[in-house]
């Protein structure tokens, strides 16, 4: 990213116009969940409705499911709009932000976007795209005001664990800091139970959605957990920003709170079955390297022979096949491969994905 404050996105902007393929590996979500599923008739929709500052019965809904009180949660659209709520609620222009790297692109080109003087700490590929705390410590200095990471780690899908999560949180502290957690991909970690870092400290805020782990992205069901004071400065700002959200949306959002079990069971099967693609995917390649998480929707290997771009628009031209080229996570010899997607084409868009290795790597040997 240029050191200029960004007013766009350019992943974003590639995502939308240039990503879409006939077998697409570039999603990181879990496809759409069909509306026909939630099993819902018009008589349950109504354009108009109570919200005031949130709508009473998803507050109380999004409440239960994170083990808070209502007064934490301020609804937002999608965890892009929370990303943008919270950070534009913590940072003053010229405050200091400490931003993982690599990075989901928005959360950096948002704190471009609202003046702040944007500090990276590692996530070395080589260590797995951990978090080492002691390198956030050498980092923070007195004028941090905001700690930025993903958990799930975008774009690698790294679980960061309860005891860095807790180390990041005391050193932050102690400069007065708190630290955002992007948990967008959390709720697809299945088979250890883990708590939202919100449950860490009261420094810690909390963004989130129904989006990529219940293929719910069209509801826009995204919020923040934050301190009770700071979730109503939060309510407060959002009435400079859309006010009032979409409330057939509120109403279609509590409709699938409801039945979010179901809905999470169908996206882990889709997972198991992708996740077995991919290994059997990744047996036969030597030229790729790089850490695989067993959860999520994503992972970030790196070709050993060097940068991906012109490999990502070959596989593409010719193989109909999308995944994410490197650079838009400042790593130019990565590629992001999402898993979310229709087994048959996610199996068939791994073929195509190991035949244009195969043949980029012939014609340049
Ligand atoms: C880390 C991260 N945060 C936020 C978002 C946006 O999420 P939503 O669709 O809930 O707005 C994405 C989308 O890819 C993401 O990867």
Not at 79 to 89: D, G, I, R, S, Y
Not at 118 to 143: C, G, M, N, W, Y
Not at 292 to 305: A, D, I, L, Q
Request: aromatic residues 8%; glycine residues 8%.
């Amino acid at each position: 990213m240029s050191s200029a404050r960004a007013v766009a996105s350019t992943y974003l902007e590639w995502a939308k116009l240039c990503s879409a393929a006939k077998y697409n590996l570039a999603s990181s979500g879990i496809m759409s969940y069909p509306l026909a599923e939630l099993h819902i008739s018009p008589q349950d929709l109504e354009i108009n409705g109570p919200t005031v500052y949130g709508y009473a019965p998803l507050q109380e809904r999004l409440a239960r499911k994170c083990g808070v009180t209502p007064d934490c949660v301020v609804a937002a659209a999608g965890t892009a709009m929370a990303n943008h709520l919270a950070m534009a609620a913590l940072i003053e222009p010229g405050d200091d932000v400490l931003i993982e790297q690599p990075t989901y692109g928005p959360v950096l080109e948002v704190a471009s976007y609202l003046h702040a003087n944007i500090l990276r700490f590692d996530r070395p590929a080589a260590h797995d795209f951990q978090i080492d705390p002691e390198d956030v410590a050498r980092r923070t200095t007195s004028k941090t005001r905001l700690v930025c990471l993903t958990n799930l780690h975008n774009p690698s899908g790294a679980l960061t664990s309860e005891e860095t999560l807790t180390r990041i949180g005391e050193i932050a502290q102690k400069s007065g800091a708190q630290v955002l957690v992007d948990e967008v991909y959390l709720d697809m970690v299945y088979d250890q139970p883990v708590r939202s870092s919100f449950h860490l400290g009261n420094n810690f805020v909390v963004t989130t959605s129904l989006t990529k782990a219940y293929g719910l992205s069209g509801l826009r069901c995204g919020w923040i957990l934050a301190q009770p004071d700071l979730a109503k400065r939060m309510w407060r700002l959002n009435d400079l920003f859309g006010a009032t959200p979409v409330h057939p949306g509120e109403l279609l959002s509590v409709m699938a709170l409801d039945q979010l079990d179901k809905i999470g069971v169908r996206a882990r099967q889709l997972l198991d079955t992708n996740r077995a693609a991919l290994n059997a995917f990744f047996a036969d390649r030597s030229d790729l390297d790089g850490f695989r998480g067993p959860w999520g929707t994503v992972c970030f290997p790196r070709r050993r022979s060097g940068s991906v771009d012109e490999f990502c628009e070959f596989l593409r031209a010719r193989y109909e096949t999308s995944v994410v080229p490197g650079r838009f996570f400042e790593m130019p010899d990565h590629f992001r491969i999402g898993i979310g997607g229709d087994p048959a084409m996610t199996a068939e868009a791994l073929k195509r994905l190991a035949a244009a290795l195969d043949e980029w790597g012939t014609a340049r040997s």
